[in-house]
Structures are given as C-alpha cells and as structure tokens.
C-alpha cells in the first residue's frame, strides 16, 4: 500500500502519518517504509545541529506499518486502532535524516480487539530497535 492507500485504514493524517508505504509478506508479517528527510517535526528540538529520530516515534512507526495486517478491520468505518502497551522495547542504532527506515512486524498472539506484536525497525540492513507491543481496534468516540 502506497500512503493514499494507507489513509484509507489509518486515521492518521500528516504530520502525524509515519509510514509511506507498507503490505502483508506472504509469511503473513508486515513490513513498512518511511525516509527521514530531515525537516520533520520530531526533530526541530532533538537534538538541533544533531538530529535523531526519537524512540517514541519510532514505536509510533512500528504500530502504524502493523495495520496492514488488520485493513480488513481497520478499513470498516469508525474503528480505530489505539495503543495498549509496550514491552523489552530497545533501541539499539540511531536514525538520522536521509536513512530510509524498515520496519518489520509480526503478530504473535491475537485476543480480538486486542492484539500483541513484535517488531523491528532497521536502516540498511542494521537493527535500530525492537520490540512488543499490542494494541487495540476499537469503535471511535467521536467529540461532541
């Protein structure tokens, strides 16, 4: 899935949308693609003259390129796929502008609505960081 197609599952939108591309492997994982181009955000602070792609946002990466494996759910609408947990997550390499970042992912234990994965973010074949998390899909309460 390109990024348009991708919005068609995700709810986020930019600048808070952090993957550009991503499908289902035949072994049934994820895998994802996103191209630090430098002028993010996320790293207008961290850190100036030395920018490094923060952990949180890489974890955010990890979940989104997941939600693939869940577009027939996901695409139903007002479900959203929200955060639940964290766990042995370690960040193991620094990713800078200009890396094009991997992101591999697998589930491991499927509880509907909730779901536990495990993933791996890389940069030219070296491990940044991996980790389990799990998140939910769940019905979306709109603000009034």
């Given at each position: 899935?390109?990024?348009?197609?991708?919005?068609?599952?995700?709810?986020?939108?930019?600048?808070?949308?952090?993957?550009?591309?991503?499908?289902?492997?035949?072994?049934?994982?994820?895998?994802?693609?996103?191209?630090?181009?430098?002028?993010?955000?996320?790293?207008?602070?961290?850190?100036?003259?030395?920018?490094?792609?923060?952990?949180?946002?890489?974890?955010?990466?990890?979940?989104?390129?997941?939600?693939?494996?869940?577009?027939?759910?996901?695409?139903?609408?007002?479900?959203?796929?929200?955060?639940?947990?964290?766990?042995?997550?370690?960040?193991?390499?620094?990713i800078k502008p200009g890396d094009k970042i991997r992101i591999d992912t697998k589930i491991l234990k499927e509880f509907p609505p909730m779901y536990m994965l495990h993933g791996e973010i890389s940069v030219d074949g070296k491990r940044c960081m991996?980790?389990?998390?799990?998140?939910?899909?769940?019905?979306?309460?709109?603000?009034?």
């Amino acid at each position: 899935m390109n990024k348009e197609e991708l919005k068609k599952i995700l709810p986020h939108r930019e600048p808070m949308l952090l993957v550009e591309e991503a499908y289902v492997n035949e072994d049934g994982t994820a895998t994802g693609f996103y191209t630090v181009k430098g002028d993010e955000y996320f790293l207008q602070g961290h850190f100036p003259g030395n920018p490094i792609v923060p952990g949180v946002i890489q974890c955010e990466m990890m979940a989104q390129s997941a939600c693939v494996l869940f577009a027939d759910k996901m695409i139903q609408e007002g479900f959203i796929p929200v955060y639940t947990g964290l766990d042995k997550v370690k960040f193991r390499g620094m990713i800078k502008p200009g890396d094009k970042i991997r992101i591999d992912t697998k589930i491991l234990k499927e509880f509907p609505p909730m779901y536990m994965l495990h993933g791996e973010i890389s940069v030219d074949g070296k491990r940044c960081m991996n980790g389990d998390f799990s998140f939910a899909i769940v019905k979306e309460e709109k603000e009034s």
